[in-house]
């Protein structure tokens, strides 16, 4: 085909997200190179390169954009990112500082954002008015207010939108437990806990404020979160390194201890911390699993009153301003619509993952493991392969990013659309709030608002720096 025909092709094959598949398509490993689909990767730090290393194997990562290239460019070439030609030469991805160039190129087809969450939002409504299907790390937002506007952006777009919560796709895992608790086969639930693992602290000390480096820009990484001075510490790092708790530094841990790269989600101007980052993994799942991840349903009170910081709080707010202020303990209440107890710890005795408990047994899900008597008795064996298509909206099970390419390729829903994703991500968020103001909070799932709570229903929303405004849906 030539260009036009390819993408004339794309755009009439994505169906509105949520209609009815073609019956007829080629497959993703079928398709000729020609055809292939065209990913650009925003942030390539980190997950992002992992991101774009896993979308460089299914369809032509084209174009890269980070703001901070002097780590971005080594990842491209260290995971051999680019365009595998006829002759066997790979053509490197062009590679941009500004996300905005690759929105502006029409020969682009969807876009996977995998920068800092206080990003996430803005980036993937931007591109899909450009005209681009969107694959976006989780959590896709930082408010609830961001919530409804991911919704209704996908809604009125049209585009197929996949949050990268990659653990609905993990099909011996979470999706077996899906499956289990759905079909009742341990009963009615009694008990679910999610350990989510504890937060990182940055110690007792403050981080020092230094220069940003020369080829990151600071300014834009900040975007719509309040301006402050860039803070790193790289003799920490040594020091770190040092005690011999760490073979190896965590990944991005470029600046030591930071407010960018890998420590971003450790700061509440740009992430929920583990609520958030993990919540988004083991809540969704467990949401998913008890069938409450639709609007109407899921929370209606979160506890926050055992919640721990690594800082003093007032009103809800960190008094201290350079050392890492995200919820470090917790173990949250949250009563579900259906009367449900659910707790969402920090620590628990199974350890972090899914604990489920129902009147004729229990068992136990991480990614690594799913054990309980129920599996020890065959339980896998129940489920065929029309099950699993039943959690996949009807598609094929596969890989998440190849659930998302089949989406933009045949239409249909993805396993991670943006309705379950963002009732996930109210429970989460939810736990911050109540997290952060150390009470419990009342919640109208139909509403979609706190109630009674005006100091907590200030939360739901937070002020974006001019000039880096989420653009009017």
Known sequence: MHNLNRRSFIKSAALVAGGAAASVVPSVADESASDRIRVACIGVGN??????????????????????????IPQVLKYKIGVKGQDGEVKRPDVYKDYREI?????????????????HVKMAVEAMQAGKHVFCEKPVTLTIEENKIIR???????????????????????????????GG????????????????TSGDSDIPVMEPPANFDWNEYLGPAPYTDFLGDGDFLNQYLDTGKFNN?????????????????????????????????????????????KKGVGPVRVDGSKAVHPVPFVDGYPTVNNRYNTCL??????????????????????GVGILFEGSKGRFFVNRQRIS????????????????????????????HKKNFLRCIREGGKPVSDVWSHVQSMHACHLCVIAARLNRAIEWDP????????????????????????????
């Open 152 to 182: 209704k952006a996908v809604e009125k777009y049209g585009k197929v939108f996949q949050a990268g919560t990659k653990q609905r796709s993990m099909r011996a895992q979470f999706c077996l437990a899906a499956l289990i608790v759905r």
């Open 446 to 473: 139909v509403e979609e608002t706190i109630v009674g709570d005006e100091q907590a229903a200030a939360f739901m929303s937070r002020k974006q720096r001019e000039g880096f405004e989420i653009p009017e849906v």
């Open 329 to 350: 303990g917790f173990d949250i209440g949250m009563t579900l619509s259906t009367g449900l107890e659910m707790r969402v710890v920090s620590e628990s005795e199974d």
């Open 249 to 293: 530094p965590p990944y991005n841990f470029r600046y030591g201890r930071s407010r960018c790269h890998n420590e971003f989600r450790w700061w509440y101007d740009y992430s929920g911390g583990k609520l958030t980052d993990w919540g988004s993994h083991h809540v969704d799942c467990a949401l998913w699993a008890l069938d409450l991840d």
């Open 47 to 72: 997950r992002g390169a992992w991101n774009a290393y896993e979308f460089n194997n299914i369809s032509d990562v084209v174009a890269v954009c980070d703001l901070d290239l002097d780590y971005a």
């Open 185 to 200: 086969y341990i009963g009615d639930i009694q008990r679910v806990v999610c350990d989510l693992g504890e937060s990182r």
């Open 372 to 399: 309980g008597k129920i599996i020890e008795d065959g339980i896998v064996d129940e489920f065929n392969e029309d099950d699993y298509k039943k959690l996949y909206n009807g598609l094929p099970f596969e890989g």
């Open 103 to 119: 929105l502006d190129r029409d020969d682009i087809d969807a876009v996977c954002i995998s920068t800092p969450d206080h990003w």
